[in-house]
């Protein structure tokens, strides 16, 4: 009982790096584990960006920079929102943090006080609802299941909203379950926003590029022009250029939470790492095939895998849009074996097939298990043969 903050207490680790690690304890022990629960692309950062890096260095880019990210890096993210998405934005309503994550906990912290809600469409990404809680703002969440494809729908928003609520997430594609909001979408959605101007919206769009939908990419921000000032747009070069490590993210939006945004990051970390912000500005300028080379790997995979799995009895999934997950329902599956929650089901399928997963309850979604596809498909394959062979005993 050692006397932590309650603030901390709040809060719990991030389940997806607790099945990673409890993998790699297998692991070490000697079993041949096979590790889907990972949220992060297989490939190596591309060589050109990798060279930008060690020139960074060679040219003593090592010093603090700006806090909110050196101009050129800003000036390429100002014009990527442009190219990619017809935005415009102002040099002061761009912020570089220390990764996507670290964004978004500069948004809440600047953005929200205690008793403050924040709708959180489920199934989400894992670290909504605490990095919420950690500033004692208050998750409520929005159910959208498999028959809706996991996407919420204006009457689900419109009653989920109340006079409290100060924030709004949207992620799409979305991590888990690899579902995107088509433009036609996101204009209804638009329209109900429209009633609640208290709300801002947060649209975390660390996966646009990885989407193979036969609509295109888009945001709330191209959906509805007209609520730009209520609009925060989230995203990074960790999925789309195979650069977790290297931690950059960027948020695009009005300029005083832009401002506010700044002031955390300047009580905290300061500036993004310097070398990594040059390796951020080549991948955003340079050649951009090198993400159509994964994006073809990953859809390659995710149309096995949808395949694969919905052949197994007892197991639903639906054929994504883009990511590198699938979201797969095994409420039968669960019931026919006696499982009574999701989370069991992982612990038995890592235990016993050594396939590490991720439950749904972690992302608010009971019932289902997440499989990341960033593997090699004879990997996949291997897995697949290991939980038919769980399913069948
Ligand atoms: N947003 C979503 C939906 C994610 O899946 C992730 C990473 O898993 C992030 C944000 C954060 O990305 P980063 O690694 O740049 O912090």
């Known amino acids: 009982n ?44 591309p060589e050109f960006i990798k060279t930008a890096a060690k020139a960074a260095i060679d040219a003593g880019y090592t010093k603090y920079t700006a806090v909110d990210g050196i101009v050129p890096l800003k000036q390429a993210v100002i014009n990527k929102f442009k190219r990619d998405n017809q935005l415009e934005y102002a040099l002061n309503e761009i912020l570089i943090s220390a990764g996507g ?6 948004l809440l912290s600047a953005w929200l006080n205690p008793g403050d809600e924040v709708v959180i469409p489920a199934p989400y990404w894992v670290s909504y609802p605490d990095m919420a809680k950690l500033v004692g703002a208050e998750p409520k969440f929005i159910q959208a ?26 992620n799409s594609p979305s991590n888990p379950t690899g579902t995107a909001y088509s ?35 888009a945001n709330i921000a191209m959906a509805a022009p007209d609520l730009r000032d209520r609009i925060v747009v989230l995203s990074g070069v960790s999925k789309a250029y195979s650069m977790t490590g290297w931690r950059i993210g960027y948020a695009a939006g009005p300029a005083p939470l832009i401002a506010a945004m700044k002031k955390m990051q300047s009580q905290s970390t300061s500036n993004p790492a310097s070398i ?11 050649d951009q095939s090198c993400i159509t080379d994964m994006v073809k790997a990953f859809k390659q995979r995710h149309d096995y895998l949808v395949d694969a799995l919905n052949q197994i009895p007892g197991m639903r999934c639906i054929a994504g849009d883009g990511t590198f997950y699938t979201f797969a329902n095994i409420e039968e599956m669960m019931a026919s074996k006696g499982f009574a929650t999701d989370v069991e089901w992982c ?47």
């Not at 809060?11 to 992060?40: C, F, M, N, W, Y």
């Not at 036609?184 to 926003?193: I, R, T």
């Open 101 to 106: 994550k670290h964004s978004i906990f500069n």
């Open 2 to 45: 050692y006397p932590l903050s309650d603030r901390v207490n709040a809060i719990q680790p991030s389940p997806t790096l607790a099945v990673s690690q409890k993998a790699a304890e297998l692991r070490a022990a000697g079993h041949d584990v096979i590790g889907l629960g990972v949220g992060e692309p297989d490939f190596d950062t």
């Open 347 to 393: 612990e038995a399928v890592l235990g016993e097939v050594k396939v590490a997963l991720v439950p749904g309850s972690a992302f608010g979604a009971p019932g289902h298990c997440r499989f990341s596809f960033a593997t090699s498909l004879d990997t996949l394959k291997e897995a697949v043969a290991r939980i038919a062979k769980f399913a069948s005993n």
């Open 183 to 217: 433009l036609e979408e996101l204009k209804a959605l638009a329209e109900v926003l429209r009633a609640h101007p208290q709300v801002l919206i947060a649209t975390d769009d660390m996966y646009e590029h990885i989407l193979w939908a036969d609509f295109p990419f």
């Open 276 to 286: 990594s912000q040059y390796a951020a500005l080549a991948a955003l300028e340079g």
């Open 145 to 170: 299941g498999i028959d809706q494809r996991y996407k919420i729908t204006p009457a689900q928003l419109a009653e989920a909203i109340t006079p409290k609520t100060r924030l709004l997430f949207l």
